[in-house]
């Protein structure tokens, strides 16, 4: 890789760790990029960039919130960063992409595909999308929300689709008593669909997997599970009801830590675009202000505060669009 490219990769990981919620994440960060011999958004870029031309790919993203309340509460961080990597796959790699969320959580994440340039069909259409390249295209499918259904689901999926590629951000795994929980310690596991099962399926078999978390609870944060328990609020043994932290427990072949997801995601197509020179696969500051307001038009909350509004994590619409014109900056003399 040349030089100027390596150390523009470095400068899209700098940017995206910073902690400005003040979270703990910059030692996640510190302990995942230990991991790696290059800048954690440069090996995602290079892992989607290797998905062979029309290849298959399982995606995930989308948290069910306030599960407790209601299983149709999902949460602004995720949705939007998925679709700009997933968008850049397609254009890049042809890709035929499967995105797995919850049912209840599928009309907002259409909405969200959609405005990022994505027109959501069934598989077949999109395994067809895929073998001509005629348009951009994306797949999304409910799946099961019990330990049993997810287990046999999970292999089940992996047989039919075969997928070269795993996908994840802002995705909640278990912590190792089986718990899913949410960044305050609290139960969160009812009405959510047991993703991570398809992950650790995908490991055991040898299928690449790539993650992106902010906070210690998501699919990939086995990686760093030391880091959380020493950096995380709730993150240690016995921090919460059942005896465990909030740790996921399901570890990915290559993790990406960010402040927020959506900028992990955003500094990922950045690092793509920057690889290819191809400046479409690029995430806008534009398309991120697009996708704020969609997803606020479809109810999906900020989390930190409960709320529906273009706000992410508790951080203002304006500083993440601050963060997709600085990726934007970063690459700029990489793109023609």
Not at 141 to 149: C, I, K, S, V
Not at 196 to 206: H, I, P, Q, S, T
Not at 225 to 237: D, L
């Given at each position: 890789?040349?030089?100027?490219?390596?150390?523009?990769?470095?400068?899209?990981?700098?940017?995206?760790?910073?902690?400005?919620g003040?979270?703990?994440?910059?030692?996640?960060y510190?302990?995942?990029?230990?991991?790696s011999t290059?800048a954690?958004?440069?090996?995602?870029?290079?892992m989607?960039?290797d998905?062979?031309?029309?290849?298959?790919v399982?995606?995930?993203?989308g948290?069910v919130?306030?599960?407790?309340?209601?299983?149709?509460?999902?949460e602004?961080?995720?949705?939007?960063?998925?679709?700009?990597?997933?968008?850049?796959l397609?254009?890049?790699?042809?890709a035929?992409?499967?995105?797995?969320?919850?049912e209840?959580l599928?009309p907002?994440m259409?909405r969200?595909?959609?405005?990022?340039?994505?027109?959501?069909?069934d598989r077949?259409?999109?395994?067809r999308a895929?073998?001509?390249?005629?348009?951009?295209?994306?797949?999304?499918?409910?799946?099961?929300?019990?330990?049993?259904?997810?287990s046999?689901?999970?292999?089940a999926?992996l047989?039919d689709?075969?997928?070269?590629l795993?996908?994840?951000t802002e995705?909640a795994g278990?912590?190792?008593?089986g718990?899913?929980?949410?960044?305050?310690?609290?139960?969160?596991?009812?009405?959510?669909?047991?993703?991570d099962?398809?992950?650790?399926a995908?490991?055991?078999r040898?299928?690449?997997?790539?993650?992106?978390?902010?906070?210690?609870?998501?699919?990939?944060?086995?990686?760093v599970?030391?880091a959380?328990?020493?950096?995380?609020p709730?993150g240690?043994?016995?921090?919460?009801?059942?005896?465990?932290?909030?740790g996921?427990?399901?570890?990915?072949?290559?993790?990406?830590?960010?402040?927020?997801?959506n900028?992990?995601?955003t500094?990922?197509a950045?690092?793509?675009?920057?690889?290819?020179?191809?400046?479409?696969?690029?995430?806008?500051?534009?398309?991120?202000d697009?996708?704020?307001?969609v997803?606020?038009?479809?109810?999906?909350?900020?989390?930190?505060?409960?709320?529906?509004?273009?706000?992410?994590?508790?951080?203002?619409k304006?500083t993440?669009?601050?963060v997709?014109?600085?990726?934007?900056?970063?690459i700029?003399?990489h793109?023609?």
């Amino acid at each position: 890789m040349p030089a100027d490219l390596f150390a523009t990769l470095d400068r899209l990981d700098r940017l995206i760790a910073l902690d400005v919620g003040n979270r703990g994440i910059e030692p996640l960060y510190t302990a995942a990029r230990a991991q790696s011999t290059e800048a954690l958004t440069g090996k995602a870029a290079q892992m989607l960039l290797d998905v062979p031309q029309g290849g298959r790919v399982i995606a995930t993203t989308g948290s069910v919130s306030r599960a407790w309340i209601s299983g149709a509460i999902g949460e602004n961080d995720g949705p939007s960063g998925a679709a700009a990597v997933i968008r850049a796959l397609v254009l890049a790699r042809r890709a035929m992409i499967v995105v797995l969320i919850e049912e209840a959580l599928i009309p907002a994440m259409s909405r969200v595909l959609e405005a990022a340039g994505l027109s959501v069909v069934d598989r077949p259409a999109a395994r067809r999308a895929a073998e001509d390249g005629s348009m951009a295209c994306v797949a999304l499918e409910p799946f099961p929300l019990t330990d049993e259904e997810g287990s046999e689901a999970a292999e089940a999926i992996l047989d039919d689709i075969k997928p070269e590629l795993l996908f994840s951000t802002e995705r909640a795994g278990r912590n190792e008593k089986g718990i899913y929980y949410n960044m305050r310690g609290r139960d969160y596991g009812m009405e959510r669909a047991r993703i991570d099962m398809v992950f650790d399926a995908a490991l055991v078999r040898g299928i690449p997997t790539l993650a992106v978390g902010d906070g210690g609870n998501e699919i990939g944060m086995g990686n760093v599970a030391e880091a959380v328990a020493r950096s995380i609020p709730f993150g240690a043994p016995g921090d919460c009801p059942c005896g465990g932290g909030i740790g996921a427990v399901s570890c990915t072949s290559h993790l990406v830590v960010a402040g927020v997801s959506n900028w992990g995601c955003t500094a990922i197509a950045a690092a793509m675009a920057a690889v290819t020179g191809d400046k479409r696969l690029l995430h806008s500051p534009e398309a991120e202000d697009r996708l704020l307001e969609v997803m606020t038009a479809e109810g999906l909350i900020n989390s930190a505060h409960g709320i529906i509004d273009p706000h992410v994590d508790g951080l203002p619409k304006s500083t993440h669009i601050a963060v997709a014109e600085m990726a934007r900056s970063i690459i700029a003399p990489h793109l023609p």
